[in-house]
């Protein structure tokens, strides 16, 4: 679905299943970097989410630069709830 750039309508199961992945790959992620930085400061999902996205971005508009790797493309979904 992601690969054909078809919009998914907003609440619909692939959507929502999309955004919890999401939230749950960003709360292990962010539970193993403190867990590597023992005793460092917290780190917030929110900001971290915030930088995986602009990672993200930066990778699709300049594939060439980076490793060679499949990347799906991100979910096209009209919404107001981010």
């Known amino acids: ?49 915030f930088f995986l996205w602009d990672l993200a971005k930066r990778v699709e508009g300049d594939a060439e630069s980076y490793e060679k790797v499949e990347l799906l493309p991100a979910h096209r979904t009209r919404s107001i709830w981010y």
């Open 1 to 49: 679905m992601l690969r054909t750039h078809v919009p998914l309508p907003a609440r619909s199961n692939p959507e929502v299943a999309i955004r919890a992945a999401s939230v749950l790959a960003v709360e292990a992620l962010r539970i193993e970097v403190e867990r590597l930085r023992a005793g460092e400061e917290r780190i917030s999902s929110v900001l971290l989410d």
